[in-house]
C-alpha cells in the first residue's frame, strides 16, 4: 500500500496550492488530510467518502479548502485557495478503510510521506 502525495511548495498569503494523493495497493474507505505545523498537534484538515463523495472539513479551512477524488485514478486533490500563514504546515495524505470518518490521526492506519506547504505573509 503506498500513498503518494505531492504539490506542496511557497505560494504568498492569499494565492492557492493544489495538492495530489494517489493510492495504490488497496482501496479505500475514506481519503483525507491532517497538517502539523512546527510545535504543534497533528490536526484534521479534510476527508472524503469514497462511495458517495460526502466530505468534511476543519473549521479553520472550511470555505477556502476542497477536497475532491476521481474514482479512476484513485486519487484526492485538496485544493487550497485564499491560503494564510497559518496554514503552513507539513500536509499528510490519510486513508482507511473503516466505516465511518473520524478527525483523529490516531485512526488512520495508511499515511502518505508528507509534503511541505509554506505560506509567506
Known amino acids: 500500500v503506498q500513498l503518494q502525495a505531492c504539490g506542496g511548495g511557497l505560494v504568498q498569503a492569499g494565492g492557492s496550492l493544489r495538492l495530489s494523493c494517489a493510492a495504490s495497493g488497496r482501496t479505500f474507505t475514506t481519503m483525507g488530510w491532517f497538517r502539523q505545523a512546527p510545535g504543534k498537534e497533528r490536526e484534521f484538515v479534510t476527508a472524503?467518502?469514497?462511495?458517495?463523495?460526502?466530505?468534511y472539513y476543519a473549521d479553520s479551512v472550511k470555505g477556502r479548502f476542497a477536497i475532491a477524488r476521481d474514482n479512476a485514478k484513485n486519487t484526492v486533490y485538496l485544493q487550497m485557495n485564499s491560503l494564510k500563514p497559518e496554514d503552513t504546515a507539513v500536509y499528510y495524505c490519510?486513508?482507511?478503510?473503516?466505516?465511518?470518518?473520524?478527525?483523529?490521526?490516531?485512526?488512520?492506519?495508511?499515511w502518505g510521506q508528507g509534503t511541505l506547504v509554506t505560506v509567506s505573509s
Open positions: 490519510v486513508a482507511d478503510r473503516g466505516a465511518g470518518v473520524s478527525r483523529l490521526y490516531t485512526d488512520y492506519d495508511y
Open positions: 472524503i467518502r469514497w462511495s458517495g463523495g460526502s466530505t
